[in-house]
């Protein structure tokens, strides 16, 4: 049936008359609005990133960001993973005022912060909040991977910290979504200091007794890696998701030796014991609610 659906879509794009350039910008305008926007017309086609083949962005839309063909995990933006994560209608967000300040005067700084905001529709790389999961209070936190890489600066590792902070204030568990390159090297030591910053705070958390869960998504690196990324009582990661410090080239270039197979990529780092479980995306909602009452009877000693 899959093979049948990407033979359609092939055939679609046949009908745009072979104009790549014209196929790619219409892949393009229905990226932005997947998962957002309820007016997609079924002709509407979409590249996926990974087998580079096209497929209905309808289809796409259905299957929660998923490619009906190869399976590829494409990036959700805040707003999508909150819509299909919690309970609809429930999510409060926090700290939607933080902005980012200019620490270092980094040339062009305010520029790239501008035009993130412009094309990710975020203020920065993370959204925090209050919401409710198949009924169960949550704190939850999402990385953007589309602001700047998703990467940890003053701001990002100041809302993460509150909201941990605030999940141990009022006794709930937090459940934070992983997708960045690491330290935003613009605020130099000011972001490699928000690494110690959310990992006390995930250690205050933890001494209350309380619950944590960490998703780790395509891509997870550097200081959130090497933070509060891998702190969580309960790690899990999304299929395919690719997961690290430094960049598989890096290594590569850095130990002169090739890397197995599916190096760093959530199977991989699964079989090594770095997460507990690889999870499907369709399958993370009932998985996060079914963990959430488990812990909820142990802590009331049921």
């Known amino acids: 049936m899959l093979k049948d659906l990407n033979r359609e879509a092939l055939e679609k794009m046949r009908l745009v008359k072979g104009d790549d350039k014209k196929i790619k910008q219409v892949s393009g305008q229905v990226k932005r609005t997947l998962l957002t926007d ?67 005067q980094f040339p062009a700084y ?59 204030v009022r006794k709930r568990p937090i459940v934070l979504f992983t997708a960045s390159g690491g330290a935003r090297m613009q605020e130099g030591i000011f972001s490699l200091m928000q690494m110690a910053k959310t990992s006390a705070a995930m250690e205050v958390h933890h001494r209350a007794g309380l619950l944590s869960i960490v998703v780790l998504t395509d891509p997870t690196y550097g200081g959130v890696t090497a933070s509060f990324g891998m702190l969580g009582d309960i790690t899990l990661a999304e299929c395919g998701a690719r997961i690290g410090f430094a960049g598989p080239r890096v290594i590569r270039q850095t130990i002169k030796e090739d890397l197995p197979e599916g190096f760093q990529e959530a199977e991989f780092i699964e079989a090594h014991g770095f997460c507990d479980r690889t999870v499907q995306r369709a399958g993370l909602r009932p998985l996060l609610g079914r963990l959430l009452r488990l812990h909820k009877r142990g802590a009331d000693g049921q």
């Open 110 to 168: 305010h520029a790239m912060i501008q035009k993130a905001t412009e094309t990710s529709g975020s203020r920065e790389a993370v959204t925090t909040g209050l919401a409710r999961i198949d009924g169960e209070e949550v704190v939850i936190g999402v990385m953007d991977n589309g602001f700047l890489l998703g990467t940890m600066g003053t701001v990002v590792g100041e809302k993460i910290t509150r909201a941990i902070e605030e999940a141990a």
């Open 38 to 104: 309820g007016t997609l017309s079924d002709g509407g086609l979409v590249m996926c990133k990974a087998g580079k083949h096209y497929v209905s962005a309808r289809q796409l839309q259905e299957n929660l960001g998923v490619c009906p063909v190869c399976g590829y995990h494409t990036h959700l933006s805040p707003r999508e993973r909150i819509a299909i994560t919690v309970d609809e209608g429930s999510f409060t967000e926090w700290d939607a005022h933080l902005t980012t300040g200019d620490p270092l």
